[in-house]
């Protein structure tokens, strides 16, 4: 059996470079779009992945900010009834700052 295929030709400068550049394959076409196809999957994943971990780290604090919250008003509720026992009546609440 004699393989009766030609060798290819190999157009080259003599600096090494080809002079035609090659004819991608439909196989070629078809990876460069496969591949486009997979790099938009994977950025719209990370997305969605990222959105997912926000919204983790969200439910984690939000009974974190639920529980402040509560604390906070029963610490003003107890300071104003702490002050109408003593017969002052509380004026609107009044924030200040303590420096040391």
């Known amino acids: 059996m004699s393989d009766h295929r ?8 003599p600096e090494g470079e080809f002079r035609e550049k090659p004819r991608p394959s ?21 997305g969605l992945l990222l ?11 939000l009974p974190v900010a639920i529980g402040a919250a ?7 509720w107890w300071r104003r009834r702490r002050l109408r026992r003593m017969g002052i009546e509380p004026q609107g609440l009044r924030v200040f700052v303590v420096r040391r």
């Open 51 to 61: 959105a997912a971990v926000a919204l983790f780290f969200a439910a984690l604090l």
């Open 6 to 13: 030609h060798p290819p030709v190999l157009d080259m400068t």
């Open 26 to 46: 439909g196989l070629d076409r078809f990876l460069v779009r496969a591949g486009g196809i997979a790099v938009l999957v994977t950025v719209v994943a990370a």
């Open 70 to 76: 509560l604390f906070a008003t029963v610490m003003i």
